[in-house]
Each structure stands twice: as structure tokens, then as C-alpha cells.
């Protein structure tokens, strides 16, 4: 199924738990992104591997690292809303399904999405859209809403950090029947309490690829 985001001929695909049990993350500097790289790309070494999966509606603790999900204003943010995919940066990445621009954005902040391209797709009389976020910036180099993809078509390219939100590189791919109004943005993280507003909203990014 990956096979129609980015290239998987490279196995096996390892999952990546970012969950409290997973009692290395005590020992990292999640905030530093060059530790927290090294940690990622030593676990997929580790495994003969060069692709990490893993988070849907995962409960994760690494969001200490930015104040992006823990204002003191707010509830801290936790619950991870689509999939990550763990690669080397640049790596291509592909339309999944038909679809058009939605909206696209530069999220220029620490922890946050970075680059991003929302895709807005018609598929059996229903409205999805799909978020690609960590992205290079040269992804957004001629994107224009409206813009045409069809299945197949070269999207973008996984973004080098600090540009891609200074997080180790990856693919942030959601996918939701509701954009709420956002235009360049979509919530990726919500907080406990949201959690069954948002499992109405955001769905399971590998059904989608099925499709």
C-alpha cells in the first residue's frame, strides 16, 4: 500500500513506537533534532531497514520537545492523527489517489508541519483530502490551488531539517472528510479530550491508500 506514497522496495518497513513504553525516549534530547535523528535512523540501522511507520491516534510522548503541544494556555496535545513515515530526506514522494490542491503552506515553526500540501480528492461521490506535511521547501516550487495530480504523479520531496519544522526527516500523511475550514493546516496532534471528535474526522491514512 506504501507503494503509492513513496518508493518501499527498500525492506523491511519497521514500526517505530513513540508511546511511553518505550523507555529509550527517557534517554534522548527529543529537542535536539540532531540527537533525535541519530536515535531514528539508528533504530532503522538496527533493523537492516531505511523506512520507520508508525503513529495513528498513537498516544506519544515526544511532543515535550516543542511548545508547539504544550502551551500553558491549552491542553497539551498528545494523540497523533495520521501516519509518519521515516526516511532519508528527499525522498520522492507520490500522489496516492486523483486529486486537486487544496491549499499548501510554509508551517515555519518549531515541531510544527513545516512545508505542506493538502490535496483535495473525489473518489466514489465522497470529498477527502490528504496532508503532506514535513515537506522540502522546493515541494512548494509551482503549486498553485487547483492544481491538478493525478494518481501516481510526483508530489514532493521529504524535507531536510531545521526546513521541514526541525523535525528528523519524514512524512507526515493524513487524511480527513472534513477540512473545518483550514486552509494550509490541519490539526496533526489533538489532545485526549478531542480524541472522538477527531477519530469522526481524521481516518485511517493505510485505508485510504487501499482505496
Known amino acids: ?17 513513540f508511546t511511553a513504553k518505550n523507555t529509550d525516549l527517557q534517554h534522548i534530547n527529543l529537542a535536539n533534532t540532531a540527537d533525535f535523528n541519530e536515535y531514528i535512523f539508528g533504530k532503522l540501522l538496527e533493523n537492516n531497514s531505511k523506512i520507520g511507520i508508525g503513529g ?15 502551551r500553558a494556555d491549552s491542553e497539551s496535545r498528545s494523540i497523533h492523527l495520521g501516519i509518519d513515515i521515516w ?3 528527499e525522498t520522492e514522494v507520490y500522489t ?13 515553526n518549531f515541531g510544527d508541519y513545516g512545508p505542506t500540501i493538502i490535496l483535495e480528492h473525489q473518489i466514489e461521490g465522497k470529498t477527502f483530502f490528504s496532508l503532506y506535511g514535513h515537506l522540502s521547501r522546493k515541494s512548494l516550487i509551482g503549486i498553485y490551488e487547483g492544481k491538478i495530480f493525478r494518481k501516481g504523479d510526483l508530489l514532493a520531496w521529504i ?4 526546513e521541514n519544522g526541525d523535525w528528523p ?3 507526515h500523511f493524513q487524511v480527513m472528510n472534513d ?12 489532545a485526549i479530550s478531542e480524541v472522538e ?15
Do not use: W
Open 179 to 190: 477540512m473545518c475550514g483550514m486552509k494550509g493546516d490541519f490539526a496533526g496532534v489533538c
Open 197 to 211: 471528535k477527531y477519530r469522526k474526522i481524521c481516518l485511517n491514512p493505510m485505508e485510504f491508500l487501499k482505496l
Open 96 to 108: 496516492p489517489q486523483d486529486g486537486i490542491v487544496h491549499s499548501f503552506a510554509d508551517n515555519n
Open 87 to 89: 526516511t532519508t530526506a
Open 159 to 162: 524535507g531536510h531539517f531545521p
Open 169 to 171: 526527516p519524514h512524512l
Open 1 to 17: 500500500m506504501l507503494n503509492n506514497l513513496i518508493n518501499t522496495h527498500f525492506k523491511p518497513i519497521v514500526s517505530l513506537d
Open 56 to 70: 495513528y491516534f498513537e498516544h506519544r510522548v515526544i511532543y515535550r520537545r516543542s511548545e508547539h503541544f504544550n
